[in-house]
């Protein structure tokens, strides 16, 4: 009822567009001078992990790539922060209404939450992604437009990866549009040692359109498909169920899983920061991306450094460009062609001299003479582990009793990763004198290179904790000193402390009770 008298009540105000902008700005809330920028307070209805997939794609991405202007702007930015309008429920409302989204953009405490999160707490990343929205936004709206689909869905990646075209979650999910391996591969997303078409965001970004309209055809709810987008249909599907059959995402917010609860409201509030981020005080940081690109399709394999050398042109511009290729080499050739996004004016200069670019240092990246069946046999450099920049290759040979939970432990990386690196099957089966690639932080290679030689019995009290194989599926870990269950689960990606207590049937009175040497049982 409230609603409704609100939405009568602006309607008789008028209809143009000067009016409701002012009134817009009429309706900001002002109090004495010393409580004018409150800040709003963040609740706990905010999970852990989206913060830190936040901060996490932030610092691996934007502050590596900025140079001193960022500083300068970033202060600019820290000063606004100062002065942040309090904006009532009402002014939330009527902006978002104002929207005229084909997404139902609903408001309530939650929603507000993450607004707040975006507009206060995050504002160096909202700055950061507006100046990368004018580069990768016209793409997303493009493949959305052309399936006659809302073009709201272009947030998705906001929340999904921070506009981070070389994101890499927990849980390997990778890209713009967060895409896990297998459904890559069931969309048709070259993955291989060279090629990542998840992190290539045109490929990428029509295989989400795809995914999307597929999971509109189950739900005919874009909220609904939004969910399922983040968890999976099973688990929107579960919650559907447990609520007795309702279909309303908020019905069934209580039944899906805690992440996927800030999901929608994320979507909201992103929606609603990305159209009223000037009433906030947040200015874009521009953007290093080149305003205009084109596109080359290649027929012969080409490095970075070949192109570098030739044209006024950096192997970082053309890494952003092009964030599918994991060693810096286009692998065309044999009959298969690849696309180089450049800039705009490059794109003659690389037509002009494409013989001397690729006769380029030839030998030192490519053998061609090597006409083996697998063209990318003749590549010379070693593509680095997805999401490993500053690492070093490792290579380890496993021994009698290793288990790759245990070597995870010893060479301080996830076990997501150690199965990704070397393309280990569901069960992760392994045997002696099997070679493993792992790729450990270059100033610690060394001291990994001695860890990988050891052929003892190593004291696993004093390197990491005791593993043991239960039957494939599960493993036994051995809780060591000062552990609790949060701190061992985060060991594991996608495992909660949740799922530890449900695996070894530990109820809340009895988590306390956990003690150095307890084994537990762990799905793997």
Known sequence: MIRLLFLVALTALGNSVWGREQRLADSLVVAEPDTIYAEPVITDSIPDSF?????????????????????????????????VPFCSDSLYLLRLDSLQSAVPLSFNDIVRTYIE???????????????????????????????????????????????????LSRAGACGLWQFMYGTGKMYKLEINSY??????????????????????AIYEDWILVIAAYNCGPGNVNKAIRRSGGKKNYWDIYYQLPRETRGYVPAFIAANYVFAYYKEHGI?????????????????????????????????EELRDLNPQYRADVVPAGFGKSYSLIMPYEQVHDFIDQQDSIFACNRTKYFNDNDRT????????????????????????????????????LKFNVRLADLKYWNNLNKRMTIRPGQKL??????????QY???????????????????????????????????NLWSIAKKYPGVSNKDIMRWNGISENQVRDIRPGQKLKIKI
């Open 283 to 315: 200015y874009p940081i521009q953007s290093t991306l080149p305003p205009m690109c084109d596109s080359l399709m290649l027929n012969e394999a080409v490095h970075f450094e070949q192109i570098a050398a030739k044209l006024d042109l950096s192997v």
């Open 373 to 408: 069946a697998d063209p990318k046999n003749r590549i010379k450099v070693h593509a680095p582990g997805l999401g490993q920049e500053g690492r070093a290759r490792l290579v380890y040979t496993v021994k009698s009793g290793d288990v790759p939970g245990a070597i995870a």
């Open 449 to 483: 290179k001695n860890k990988a030689a050891y052929s003892g019995k190593e004291d696993n009290t004093a390197s990491a904790p005791k593993v043991e194989t239960i039957d494939g599926e599960f493993i036994y870990y051995t809780v060591r000193k000062g552990e």
């Open 117 to 167: 999160l975006y507009t206060v707490k995050k504002r160096f990343q909202v700055a950061n992604m507006l100046g990368k929205s004018e580069y990768y936004f016209p793409l997303f709206e493009e493949a959305l437009d052309a399936e006659c689909m809302p073009l709201e869905l272009k947030y998705l990646p906001v929340i999904e990866s921070a506009l981070n075209p070389k994101a």
């Open 195 to 216: 090629v990542d078409e998840r992190r290539d965001p045109i490929k990428s970004t029509q295989a989400a359109v795809r995914y999307l309209n597929d999971l509109y």
């Open 51 to 83: 913060l830190e997939k936040l901060d996490y794609y932030y610092t691996g991405w934007y502050t590596s790539k900025q140079d001193s202007t960022f500083y300068v702007d970033s202060l600019y930015i820290a000063e606004s922060a100062k002065q």
């Open 437 to 446: 690639v792992l790729y450990v932080p270059e100033k610690k290679l060394s």
